[in-house]
């Protein structure tokens, strides 16, 4: 059927571009009340004849967004905080149009899949699979006259190379060493030239259960806290009280802050504190072991109130490095391939002498690292890179020795406590996934799992203990962290700190009190005149809830459990 557009070509105008209704409700409209039923297509068409402008420029064709996307993503931010960021410096986008321009320009975070992703992680890897999926199917002719993206073709599948087991003289080589070690550890804890372990570690088991500290150092956190009673949430109080108290008074070390003054604060704490006066006030036995407990967990609030913020996360690392998510696997991938085929499962094992050989064979080899190293000590950054670099390389190592400890079945599994010199009984798990974290990605969906065929080579059993390396300090690789990981960034209307980016905190409990105390040590000449818990709905809109008391904020970080939890922070100056 023919129909002749011209005597509505003014309606339609009115209606598409200034009344700014959708092409279904133009429809709707001329069927209604001029009875014109053209079909969708045809719409699109003449409207397109007509030269009809768009009624909004998209996201693709705005050349400074795109520009400060892709600075987002060479940043390494997720969508998430893109998209915040995004609205912040009032740029007009919503979620899917970001997903969109990501997936048209590859601008992926790629999260490894090698071993279990935090919830963050899985959140970002689901949603960049479905960003992805998405745009395949995206239909071209939705509503408005933009075309569609382009797809990628999709890119052959490649599986990891296989691992061969390690060779017999090296096993019989690390079983010798492990021998001699324990001897080593045996003769030092005799002349009581070591310290106790109250856990087996790098292969070697824990001291005999009941063997009292000997001198207080030695006196673990778990000790002290079952030494006054304190379950979980009341030690978390009494360390929260404590750091609230050493903000107050400056107090950043017992040494430094000097014998009176440290005591005066500890008595405070206990005067300030029910729980501490019933344990300490009213029960006078093993008081000089009460004391020490305190102490212990004292000296540790301070000790975490001087490093907090200090500490190089991953995504810090890449960004000192100046590498993007991309580049970041590419030469994470290098150095997983030459540890995969080392067969060794730590640094400790392989001794500073051989960490430093594989190190610098990886830089050699990879072009981006010698040009980032290439000024040497000359630049100003060198030994923040230099961190930087050693950090990503644990990660790598980790993840080598998870992937094994996973096809072995062996994967976060607690060894079987004895009080035997026999080393630790393996714990079986069910259907352990193993492949390589930093695998090629495929175009399609770079979160697939890909195919990483891997012999049993884990040598967990032979690690080494850093005692007697004599270089605990520097080699040993933390546990995993129970704090609670948040984002900062002050309300654009703070009247100090207004241009301060968004940074990383961490909370140790869920007190209000503590998160005042995390502020200040970043904003030491503001205070918070409010606090908002903020997130994100399915449009991309922020959502704010404000934080006053610790119910609220327990009730916040639960309901964004698994996600970023993200605080805004209106700050005024003291003055």
């Not at 705005?62 to 987002?72: A, M, Q, S």
């Not at 979620?95 to 899949?113: D, F, G, H, S, Y």
């Not at 670099?389 to 993840?399: A, I």
């Not at 690789?477 to 704090?483: A, F, H, L």
């Amino acid at each position: 059927m023919v129909y002749d557009w011209e005597p509505h070509k003014d309606v339609c105008y009115q209606l598409y571009i200034q009344e700014r209704k959708s092409l279904e409700e133009i429809m709707q409209h001329m069927r209604d009340n001029q009875n014109f039923t053209p079909s969708k297509r045809a719409f699109q068409t003449q409207f397109k004849r007509w030269d009809f402008p768009s009624k909004r420029k998209p996201a693709f064709r705005d050349e400074d967004l795109v520009d400060r996307v892709k600075e987002l993503w060479e940043n390494n931010l997720s969508q998430r905080n893109m998209l915040a960021v995004l609205h912040s410096e009032g740029h007009d986008i919503k979620e899917r149009e970001l997903m969109r321009l990501r997936a048209k320009n590859r601008w992926l975070m790629r999260i490894p899949n090698g071993t279990k992703p935090t919830p963050a992680e899985e959140e970002e890897a689901n949603f960049e699979a479905q960003l992805l999926e998405a745009t395949r199917a995206e239909d071209t002719l939705e509503g408005d006259l933009e075309g569609g993206l382009e797809t990628a073709p999709t890119a052959p599948n490649t599986s990891a190379p296989v691992v061969d087991d390690p060779p017999p003289e090296f096993v019989e080589r690390q079983k010798d060493r492990l021998a001699r070690l324990q001897v080593i550890s045996d003769e030092r804890w005799a002349a009581k030239k070591r310290r106790r372990r109250t856990k087996g570690y790098a292969g070697l088991p824990a001291d005999p259960e009941g063997l009292a500290p000997r001198f207080p150092s030695e006196t673990t956190l778990e000790e002290s806290r079952g030494i006054l009673s304190l379950d979980t949430k009341q030690y978390r109080a009494v360390r929260d009280q404590f750091q609230a108290i050493c903000e107050e008074e400056s107090i950043l070390q017992k040494t430094v802050a000097g014998a009176e003054k440290w005591q005066a604060a500890k008595d405070r704490l206990v005067r300030e504190n029910t729980l501490l006066q019933a344990v300490l006030w009213t029960d006078n036995t093993n008081m000089q072991g009460k004391e020490l407990a305190l102490d212990v967990i004292c000296t540790d609030v301070t000790k975490r109130i001087r490093t907090m913020g200090r500490r190089l996360t991953i995504l810090e690392s890449k960004n000192v490095l100046g590498i993007n998510p991309e580049q970041s696997r590419q030469i994470r991938a290098g150095f997983y391939d030459i540890l995969n085929s080392e067969h060794y499962t730590s640094k400790l094992e392989m001794g500073p002498e051989m960490w430093k050989t594989l190190k610098d064979r990886w830089i050699n080899q990879t072009p981006l690292l010698e040009q980032i190293l290439a000024s040497g000590a000359d630049d100003p950054e060198h030994e923040k890179k230099k961190a930087a670099l050693e950090l990503l390389c644990r990660d790598v190592m980790k993840r080598v020795r998870d992937d094994r400890a996973k096809k072995k079945g062996t994967f976060r599994k607690p060894p079987t406590q004895t009080s035997t010199r026999a080393a630790p009984v393996p714990v079986s798990v069910e259907q352990p996934i193993v492949s390589t974290p930093y695998a090629p990605s495929l175009p399609a969906n770079p979160f697939s799992e890909l195919p990483a065929a891997m012999t049993n080579n884990d040598l967990s059993e032979l690690q080494i203990d850093p005692n007697l390396l004599q270089a605990a300090d520097n080699l040993v690789e933390p546990p995993e962290s129970t704090m609670t990981a948040v984002y900062i960034r002050p309300h654009p209307k703070s009247n100090i700190y207004n241009n301060t980016k968004m940074w990383l905190g961490s909370l140790s409990g869920r007190t209000v009190q503590e998160l005042h105390a995390l502020l200040a040590s970043k904003y030491p000449d503001a205070k918070p005149a409010r606090i908002d818990g903020s997130e994100k709905d399915s449009t991309g809109h922020e959502i704010s809830y404000l934080i006053e008391e610790d119910e609220e904020l327990d009730a916040y970080l639960d309901h964004v459990k698994g996600r970023k939890a993200t605080f805004i922070v209106l700050l005024t100056s003291k003055n």
